[in-house]
């Protein structure tokens, strides 16, 4: 099995809580080709101790002081070369061995994004619910089901991707968002290449009640909806969604209804999936 280097950069201010078991949760996978980079903008509590307890297994760490999260996620990012990217926040965790099924999922031809089963952990770093991804296609967000519930959003925790994506999209986070921009990142990436979905647990989200994300939904729905509003839709795009969101004649018609249905399930699930097959004991494009 190659080992691709996989970059991961956590960004971290005051995070002293759980930053640790966030570090312990990347390197003692004792994944071989690893660069992990840890930005702290300028803690005041234990975070720089904890940081330094396992300074000889990071490629770099900094402390000092940023314009943010998605200021430090840049500043670390241009630190990095591997070819397969990713973040997780100083509360955040992935789950073990997890950068080996990232290392052999991107093995396989035309990958350069994915998203892992959504997970969440508690407090005490325990798992508490796990669920498919709803999202099958960038028409979800296109049309804004994310307002329904019926397709949440892209689970920052559990995807990664290919630097060649990430360099075609800009090579950068938007600093523009205060609390959006990995969604911001999504849509760009959507430009520029397919995300596909995997059956496997990558990464998981510690709902503690008390962060800024939870605690302020309601502005990344509004920062969400504005970045929809100044999306540019190429030509196919927006047949698509007028064909989408527009109540046609033909769902009046028992054979039309039935083509329809056909054309708007092939443009709302359109994500690959990729799982284990256990007879080949190898990850396979179904």
Do not use: C
Not at 136 to 164: A, C, M, V
């Amino acid at each position: 099995m190659k080992f691709p280097k996989i970059s991961i950069v956590t960004p971290n201010f005051n995070g002293g809580k759980y930053l640790e078991e966030t570090i312990k949760s990347i390197l003692n996978q004792d994944y071989p080709n690893l660069e992990y980079i840890i930005v702290d903008g300028g803690s005041s509590d234990r975070s720089i101790e904890i940081i330094k307890e396992h300074e000889s297994r990071l490629t770099y760490w900094v402390s000092e002081p940023d314009n943010g999260l998605y200021d430090a996620l840049n500043k670390g990012f241009s630190k990095t070369n591997g070819e397969i990217m990713g973040w997780l926040n100083s509360d955040d965790m992935l789950h073990p061995k997890s950068l080996f099924t990232l290392a052999e999922i991107f093995s396989l031809n035309h990958v350069e994004w994915i998203q892992g089963m959504h997970s969440w952990f508690d407090e005490e770093g325990r798992v508490f619910r796990v669920e498919n991804v709803r999202l099958k296609s960038k028409y979800n967000y296109l049309l804004k089901d994310y307002h329904s519930g019926f397709s949440p959003f892209i689970q920052q925790e559990s995807t990664y991707w290919k630097r060649t994506l990430w360099e075609r999209a800009g090579g950068f986070i938007s600093t523009q968002y205060k609390i959006a921009g990995d969604f911001e990142l999504w849509m760009r990436f959507f430009k520029h290449g397919e995300m596909k979905l995997t059956h496997s647990l990558i990464g998981g989200f510690r709902r503690t009640g008390d962060q800024y994300s939870v605690q302020n939904f309601q502005l990344y729905y509004n920062e969400a909806d504005n970045i929809i509003d100044k999306y540019p839709l190429s030509s196919e795009e927006n047949k698509n969604l007028n064909f989408l969101s527009k109540a046609q004649l033909a769902d009046k018609i028992p054979y039309l209804k039935k083509r329809r249905y056909q054309r708007r399930q092939s443009l709302l699930n359109n994500m690959e999936y990729i799982s284990w097959n256990p007879m080949k004991k190898k990850f396979m494009l179904l």
